[in-house]
């Protein structure tokens, strides 16, 4: 449907998730819900130093190679360093922790904006009403993931003074965030049909989401760092996959 991404780009992206992931972690305090992942995290603080550092340049190298679409990368790399700020020691930056809906809709963003909407615009292609309905679909869906993810990490961010709609909302009020955003991801994916989408495509758009919800449940009960690792973030890629394993 959609040609891949150039490999400088892919490179920069590579290059960002690695900086982006390992400054987060590095400025994480130590975690009051005991996990494999947070424990590792806590003696390996100088590890994610090197591999920030290591990202930092990877991005910077290929930044300047994409240099003609710098507003655009810049833009991206903002949003993400907005999803962390909030962890530096800075008052300014500290401020931003009180931003009630900050956390969950910067990272669904960003990773929408780079995987959907950065590639037209790297390519010189002009964004039509399907790229803007595919990349508000795609949005919806990591909002939905990120839901579960801010739901097993709130007593986390109540304890850092970190505000979102998770640690905003009561049990319920989640639960209804969470079908509102995958009904909202469900009608703009539906709607691609009438932009010359196949049903074999509409279906495997929608298998994530039909999986996330089928999880939900599950999730809120089981942190396992497998099922939100491997599974939950899987299903962010798990589309792209299939289209390349049935040439879609």
């Keep these: 449907m959609h040609s891949p991404p150039s490999f400088s780009l892919t490179a920069f992206v590579f290059f960002s998730t690695i900086c982006s992931y390992n400054f987060h972690w590095y400025l994480t305090p ?23 550092i290591i990202g930092l340049i990877g991005s910077l190298i290929y930044f300047f190679v994409l240099r003609s679409h710098w507003m655009a990368l ?19 930056f500290k401020e ?50 990120c839901i ?36 909202v991801f ?16 509409i279906i495997i758009l929608l298998l994530p989401g039909i999986i996330t919800a089928s999880l939900f449940s599950y999730a809120k009960k089981n942190f396992s760092d497998y099922l939100y690792y491997f599974v939950l973030d899987g299903m962010m890629m798990f589309s792209g996959l299939l289209m390349l394993i049935f040439r879609i």
Excluded: C
């Design 148 to 183: 579960i993810f801010d739901y097993r990490d709130k007593e986390d961010d109540k304890n850092d003074g970190i505000r979102s709609l998770i640690t905003y909302f009561n049990e319920k009020g989640i639960n209804r965030l969470f079908l509102i955003s995958l009904i």
């Design 96 to 145: 931003l922790k009180n931003i009630a809906i900050g956390k969950t809709i910067f990272l669904a963003f960003v990773w929408m904006f780079v995987t959907t909407v950065l590639p037209v615009f790297i390519e010189g292609r002009s964004f039509k009403m399907e790229h803007l309905l595919f990349a508000s679909s795609r949005f919806f869906l990591i909002y939905s993931i």
């Design 74 to 92: 810049a833009f991206a790399g903002f949003v993400t360093f907005l999803y962390s700020a909030p962890k530096l020691p800075q008052t300014f």
């Design 30 to 52: 130590n975690s009051v819900t005991s996990s494999v992942r947070s424990k590792w995290t806590q003696d390996h603080k100088q590890l994610h130093l090197f591999f920030y």
């Design 186 to 201: 469900a009608a703009f994916t539906i709607a691609l049909f009438f932009f010359h989408y196949s049903r074999m495509a």
